[in-house]
């Protein structure tokens, strides 16, 4: 199983059946313990970075598949020598706090660490990946891991219930906005 989450939240995996890895620059103080993978939103020293793509997730997604279509055979080579009898847990800096600018103004965050779950599904279809709680509420769709733009086109059509087909991510309703995107709606109907 994979994990996304943030590395606020790393006190939580402690235990011996977790490893850790970091998919974007660890703060100062975990920079010995958590070695940094191939899945750094850049390549030859470009960082994409969300904040640049505010309102743009569907451009933000297609910049970081370009750069990890880029380097395959290192997220390829990193993912085989993986010990297969542990959780890895997969950090980055994005959470509730650090995006309530972009939360707020939205109702979405965008953040890397979805779409390097769909680039391990795509490649491991088999594998289960779970998302913190901030990932499961405020990612924005397109980044989800499970995002397939196929499947989810019944929901976008129907914008009112849930298809069933994403699963656990499959939870609507949705609305449609002005730039195409899809976008729950799950915090104005939460009781
Ligand atoms: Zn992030």
């Known amino acids: 199983m994979f994990i996304l989450t943030s590395f606020d939240k790393i006190e939580k995996y402690n235990e011996e059946k977790y490893l850790k890895f970091a998919i974007h620059f660890p703060p100062k103080h975990l920079r010995e313990q958590i070695p940094v993978t191939p899945f750094i939103p850049g390549h030859n020293g470009l960082i994409i970075k969300s904040e640049d793509f505010m309102d743009r997730p569907r451009e933000y997604r297609g910049e970081l598949i370009k750069i990890y279509k880029a380097k395959k055979e290192k997220i390829l080579q990193w993912l085989h ?43 491991f279809p088999a594998v289960r990946i779970e998302l913190d709680e901030d990932r499961k509420q405020y990612l924005h769709l397109s980044l989800h891991p499970s995002y397939d733009p196929i499947k989810c086109n019944k929901c976008a059509l129907g914008g009112i219930e849930k298809c069933g087909e994403w699963e656990d991510y ?7 906005k ?14």
């Open 81 to 123: 020598e993986l010990p297969k009898d542990k959780h890895v847990v997969l950090f980055c800096h994005c959470n509730k706090e650090k995006k309530e600018n972009q939360i707020s103004k939205y109702g979405y965050m965008l953040c890397h660490s979805g779409v390097v779950g769909q680039i391990i599904l795509k490649l």
């Open 170 to 176: 499959c939870y609507g309703p949705y609305e449609i």
């Open 178 to 191: 002005e730039d195409g995107g899809i976008y729950t709606i799950r915090e104005k109907t939460k009781e």
